[in-house]
Nanobody
Framework: QVQLVESGGGSVQAGGSLRLSCTQF????????LGWFRQAPGKEREGVAS??????????YYADSVKGRFTISQDNTKNTLYLQMNNLQPEDTAIYYC?????????????????WGQGTQVTVSA
């Protein structure tokens, strides 16, 4: 059974940085999407970043709102997905979720993903 466990959330001031981690259990990497999503109060869950792996080839995808500030990466030796978030802004405040899937679909759409973590809170103050 696939299990995803996030960590690394917290509170920072605007302009600060955080790195989120997502450790995967029971998940294999032959062909897959791994992604980060976020959900702010009263808003829909939105895709932040995704990494698609086929064999040893990887492609990354980012929401326009985070391009140039966030970086997604995967360390298969540690079964861990990361999201490095720099220059955080108050509008980045949300619960951040890690997600995984074996199916091919739209990388930043929640319906593409089958497995979800429990979420970690990120709060950015002005």
């Amino acid at each position: 059974q696939v299990q995803l466990v996030e960590s690394g959330g917290g509170s920072v001031q605007a302009g600060g940085s955080l790195r989120l981690s997502c450790t995967q259990f029971g998940y294999t990497y032959s062909s897959n999407y791994l992604g980060w999503f976020r959900q702010a109060p009263g808003k829909e869950r939105e895709g932040v970043a995704s990494i698609f792996t086929v064999s040893r080839e990887q492609s990354t995808y980012y929401a326009d709102s985070v391009k140039g500030r966030f970086t997604i990466s995967q360390d298969n030796t540690k079964n861990t997905l990361y999201l490095q978030m720099n220059n955080l802004q108050p509008e980045d405040t949300a619960i951040y979720y890690c997600a995984a899937t074996y199916t091919v679909g739209r990388p930043l759409r929640a319906e593409t993903y089958s497995y979800w973590g429990q979420g970690t809170q990120v709060t950015v103050s002005a």
